[in-house]
């Protein structure tokens, strides 16, 4: 493939030769920009002109958004074509009264946020990544963040969805109203594919009211089940907009990695818990929040707790949960996980995977977070990556084993891009991942599309 080629198929839409890709940041994943070239169409067409080009080469190609996933779902290899959807980002409509944003799939979240927000609206999701990731990308994902609990995962905030498919066909079931009963809601295969069976450009998304101010609090727990309680306290009587745990070793590090001071926080307990509580002013979210520990305090033996009484206060404790690339600075390359776990067995499987490490190698530990009211935890290996592939393996099924069998999941909101197919192949239900495959054969025949992740499955002979 000749790059004047790519140039004159794709119009006016911008291309990166590999020189250029070598010299701009790769974003999360290093393995982004191992590409042939990158093109950035400026509207659907100019992706369905890339697609096109890319069917009738054999040229497989690659979609990205903001790059930062995390399970190599948008790794590339040197053959290999980027869609960029950056320059896709408009935020095309706002309705409202029917609670809708129309977006394009290069939208960050943050734009969205922003521009919902001045309706007194908000897209009711909300990641750390929130400046860089992208609506497309947390599609294609299907992203959770720290309000799953309450509003659903992005699978639950869509309404309607345009996708390009392989052959260049445009799939429009942009519908904007969230009754539809109308047969198969297709629409809903291509949230989570991480861009395996057609490339999401527009979307339509539920909103939800903002309330007018929070309240912030740091509880100090002896476990996940008194961190349990405190939550289930609060989703019975209040606004609860997020319930963040973290385990000791977790916490501790973080605070010595931020300089925060250890003699300020609660930092001794075995879990730490934030909980954040939407009100209409300040001062009501803080006397909701100070009331309800009140009457929780003993029967979840809390041990120790702060209301933060400025937003300076907020802003540190929210940082001793959200900057974990601070444990990328204390390893390197660590291997991290995402799983998700019944709320009711989260102590007796943190317990377990930890001696399962430890049995593994006495040096093996884990740094242990996350979305406490729906089960995700995030969980990091305290060692420095990239593992040999047995040793990788090794770690998997420590923290694996027994998760499908008690209704949990190996990846809850990362992905499983290339980092997680062989756990997918080893963990799903066999019946499961005929049918996925079966449905990447028939969207994607000639298998041009982020081939290789998720499933694994080689083009038909007469491809």
Not at 24 to 43: I, K, M, Q, T, Y
Not at 225 to 242: E, K, P
Not at 249 to 277: H, N, R, V
Request: charged residues 25%; hydrophobic residues 45%.
């Amino acid at each position: 493939m000749s790059i004047d080629a790519l140039k004159a198929a794709v119009g006016a839409a911008v291309v990166w030769d590999r020189a250029e890709l070598a010299s701009r940041d790769p974003g999360f994943d290093s393995r982004n920009f191992e590409a042939l070239a990158l093109v950035r169409p400026a509207n659907v067409e100019g992706v369905v002109a890339l697609l096109r080009y890319c069917t009738e080469n054999g040229i497989s190609l690659v979609a990205q958004g903001g790059r930062t996933g995390l399970a190599g779902g948008a790794a590339t290899t040197g053959d290999q074509i980027i869609c960029d959807l950056g320059a896709m980002n408009r935020i095309e409509h706002i309705d409202p009264l029917a609670r809708v944003a129309v977006v394009q799939a290069g939208a960050s979240l943050a734009a969205v946020q922003e521009a919902a927000r001045a309706y007194g609206l908000d897209p009711g999701i909300d990641l750390a990544a929130r400046g860089s990731c992208t609506i497309g990308g947390m599609i294609s994902t299907n992203a959770g963040g720290i309000m799953a609990f309450r509003n659903g995962t992005m699978r639950h905030r869509i309404l309607g969805l345009e996708v390009v498919l392989p052959d260049g066909r445009v799939f429009d079931d942009l519908t904007r109203v969230l009754k539809v009963s109308a047969g198969y809601d297709l629409k809903q295969v291509f949230v989570g594919a991480e861009g395996t069976l057609g490339i999401v450009t527009r979307a339509a998304i539920r909103l939800e009211p903002v309330p007018g101010a929070s309240a912030i609090a740091l509880i100090a727990v002896d476990d996940a089940a008194s961190a349990q309680r405190v939550v289930g306290h609060f989703l019975g009587r209040a606004s609860l907009r997020a319930a963040e745990i973290m385990w000791q070793k977790f916490s501790q590090t973080m605070a010595m990695m931020l300089g925060i001071d250890p003699t300020s926080l609660p930092l001794d307990a075995p879990c730490l818990l934030i909980l954040e509580l939407e009100s209409d002013t300040p001062e009501n979210a803080a006397r909701e929040l100070e009331e309800g520990l009140a009457e929780i305090w003993s029967e979840a033996h809390i041990r120790d707790g702060i209301i933060a009484n400025s937003l300076q206060q907020a802003q540190t404790i929210w940082r001793l949960r959200e900057e974990t690339e601070q444990l990328e600075r204390r390893h390197s390359h660590p291997p991290s996980f995402d799983v998700s776990v019944p709320g009711g067995a989260l102590d007796d499987y943190v317990s377990r995977i930890r001696t399962g490490l430890s049995t593994l190698d006495a040096r093996l530990d884990a740094y242990v977070f996350g979305h406490l009211a729906d089960g995700n935890l995030h969980i990091v290996i305290n060692t420095d990556g990239p593992l040999a592939p047995d040793r990788h393996s090794a770690i998997e099924e420590v923290l694996y084993a027994g998760l499908r069998d008690m209704g949990g999941s190996f990846s809850a909101e990362h992905g499983v891009g290339i980092d997680k197919r062989d756990a997918y192949e080893r963990h799903a239900d066999p019946v499961k991942l005929e049918l996925a495959r079966s449905v990447k054969a028939l969207l994607d025949p000639k298998n041009l599309l982020n081939p290789g992740k998720i499933v694994n499955r080689r083009p038909r002979e007469t491809d």
